[in-house]
């Protein structure tokens, strides 16, 4: 632990050091301009990672930007509150860098919960060679469905994340390793893929404090970034397909093996499988503005026999937003403004099946549904007041707890 505070610490350093003399540079040099985030007409999921607001310097060959995200919030489970508390959830910043024709790099680092977890979230170098086949490697998002991919925070009018993509998947799920990305279009028509090879889970999705089957507790070993738990590479990749007058629908797959089957060349276990389909579809209807986001994933896990049937073998989890805008205009200096009203529904079964005894269904559920006002001044900022509510039972189908929060806050590009 100490060892990566002390890494962590020394980054921290290095990017201050890299950051500040391009702000001082500012002093003296205006801006050139800053590269606008527009993913509605010709970019994809994929994209998402370059589809940034970034700041641009003369004479400077780093662009720089970022995204800070706090609220407040008043939650109740069963009635029991602990009152009002204010959260900084995230600071993230990015940094790209155009090294020579036809190679670039990018790089996202973020904060969480002020410095409480930090992270690489992406580091990787691109090389361009035709517009269908581009070489990517580095610590890279796993492009399962479409949140992984697409997830800053002021993009979205809720400030909690989906229980699809961080309860059941690990959201902002990231590797180390390599892989091949690429994307053409005809007419209305956008279509893309990507394929990576990366370090990937651990027997933790098994083995963790909750005592189920929880794919977001192999996040907590930060090791993937430096060795395989078991020297077999995860396959993750992911086809995309856009029309622009419609929306965009994803399919994408992520699996491998996830134990330690082997210890100093003996032979402890056999291999033990994990794979994840996902499917993702986004769009808007242009005369009314109404946007749609959805998401839905299914888990196949090979779980022990020695373990309880309390740990699930097979999930499902889903997720829907709807967002409507109803106020569009000039509003004191912001050109378009706009005031939105917007839903989401949640619904996560991390156990699918019967018990063997009774034949009866398992349970472990949870139910959110999450309505949001939202107002934006302009599409990089976005300020949110959201209600919760979920519904949560235990494996046996008992109402394990209800809970409810209030949330005010902002997200916000810089």
Not at 39 to 45: A, P
Not at 204 to 215: A, G, H, P, Q
Not at 264 to 278: H, M, P, Y
């Given at each position: 632990?100490?060892?990566?505070?002390?890494?962590?610490?020394?980054?921290?350093?290095?990017?201050?050091?890299?950051?500040?003399?391009?702000?001082?540079?500012?002093?003296?040099?205006?801006?050139?301009?800053?590269?606008?985030?527009?993913?509605?007409?010709?970019?994809?999921?994929?994209?998402?990672?370059?589809?940034?607001?970034?700041?641009?310097?003369?004479?400077?060959?780093?662009?720089?930007?970022?995204?800070?995200?706090?609220?407040?919030?008043?939650?109740?489970?069963?009635?029991?509150?602990?009152?009002?508390?204010?959260?900084?959830?995230?600071?993230?910043?990015?940094?790209?860098?155009?090294?020579?024709?036809?190679?670039?790099?990018?790089?996202?680092?973020?904060?969480?919960?002020?410095?409480?977890?930090?992270?690489?979230?992406?580091?990787?170098?691109?090389?361009?060679?035709?517009?269908?086949?581009?070489?990517?490697?580095?610590?890279?998002?796993?492009?399962?469905?479409?949140?992984?991919?697409?997830?800053?925070?002021?993009?979205?009018?809720?400030?909690?994340?989906?229980?699809?993509?961080?309860?059941?998947?690990?959201?902002?799920?990231?590797?180390?390793?390599?892989?091949?990305?690429?994307?053409?279009?005809?007419?209305?028509?956008?279509?893309?893929?990507?394929?990576?090879?990366?370090?990937?889970?651990?027997?933790?999705?098994?083995?963790?404090?909750?005592?189920?089957?929880?794919?977001?507790?192999?996040?907590?070993?930060?090791?993937?970034?430096?060795?395989?738990?078991n020297g077999i590479p995860l396959i993750s990749g992911k086809v995309a397909i856009?029309?622009?007058?419609?929306?965009?629908?994803?399919?994408?797959?992520?699996?491998?093996?996830?134990?330690?089957?082997?210890?100093?060349?003996?032979?402890?276990?056999?291999?033990?499988?994990?794979?994840?389909?996902?499917?993702?579809?986004?769009?808007?209807?242009?005369?009314?503005?109404?946007?749609?986001?959805?998401?839905?994933?299914?888990?196949?896990?090979d779980v022990p026999n020695t373990y309880t049937q309390q740990y699930g073998n097979?999930?499902?989890?889903?997720?829907?937003?709807?967002?409507?805008?109803?106020?569009?205009?000039?509003?004191?200096?912001?050109?378009?403004?706009?005031?939105?009203?917007?839903?989401?529904?949640?619904?996560?079964?991390?156990?699918?099946?019967?018990?063997?005894?009774?034949?009866?269904?398992?349970?472990?559920?949870?139910?959110?549904?999450?309505?949001?006002?939202?107002?934006?001044?302009?599409?990089?900022?976005?300020?949110?007041?959201?209600?919760?509510?979920?519904?949560?039972?235990?494996?046996?189908?008992?109402?394990?707890?209800?809970?409810?929060?209030?949330?005010?806050?902002?997200?916000?590009?810089?």
């Amino acid at each position: 632990m100490r060892t990566y505070i002390y890494t962590m610490s020394k980054l921290i350093i290095l990017v201050t050091f890299m950051v500040i003399p391009i702000f001082g540079s500012a002093q003296e040099e205006k801006i050139v301009n800053r590269i606008p985030t527009d993913s509605t007409q010709n970019n994809l999921n994929m994209d998402a990672v370059y589809d940034r607001p970034f700041l641009k310097f003369k004479k400077v060959p780093v662009a720089i930007g970022g995204y800070l995200e706090a609220n407040s919030i008043y939650s109740s489970t069963d009635g029991v509150s602990e009152g009002l508390s204010f959260q900084a959830r995230r600071f993230t910043m990015f940094m790209s860098a155009s090294i020579y024709n036809r190679i670039k790099f990018l790089a996202e680092l973020e904060f969480e919960d002020g410095t409480k977890e930090i992270g690489i979230e992406f580091a990787a170098m691109d090389i361009t060679l035709f517009p269908l086949l581009n070489f990517r490697g580095g610590i890279v998002m796993n492009p399962i469905g479409g949140f992984n991919q697409n997830h800053d925070g002021p993009k979205w009018e809720f400030i909690e994340r989906p229980d699809e993509a961080v309860q059941m998947l690990p959201a902002t799920w990231s590797n180390v390793g390599f892989g091949l990305y690429g994307k053409t279009h005809f007419g209305n028509w956008i279509a893309g893929y990507e394929v990576y090879l990366t370090n990937g889970f651990d027997d933790s999705v098994i083995d963790n404090e909750l005592n189920k089957t929880y794919l977001p507790a192999a996040k907590l070993n930060r090791n993937r970034f430096e060795e395989s738990n078991n020297g077999i590479p995860l396959i993750s990749g992911k086809v995309a397909i856009k029309n622009r007058k419609i929306g965009e629908l994803g399919f994408s797959y992520m699996g491998g093996v996830y134990n330690t089957f082997k210890m100093e060349g003996l032979i402890v276990d056999s291999k033990r499988r994990l794979d994840v389909f996902s499917i993702d579809f986004n769009s808007t209807i242009k005369k009314s503005g109404t946007y749609f986001d959805g998401e839905a994933s299914y888990i196949l896990i090979d779980v022990p026999n020695t373990y309880t049937q309390q740990y699930g073998n097979q999930q499902f989890g889903a997720f829907i937003d709807i967002v409507q805008p109803i106020i569009r205009r000039k509003i004191l200096d912001w050109e378009n403004a706009s005031l939105n009203i917007a839903a989401r529904f949640d619904y996560v079964d991390w156990n699918i099946g019967t018990f063997n005894e009774s034949n009866t269904n398992i349970g472990d559920q949870r139910i959110s549904i999450t309505p949001a006002i939202s107002f934006r001044p302009s599409s990089q900022t976005v300020l949110r007041l959201n209600y919760r509510y979920s519904w949560d039972t235990d494996i046996f189908f008992n109402e394990k707890s209800r809970s409810a929060s209030i949330m005010f806050g902002f997200s916000t590009y810089f």
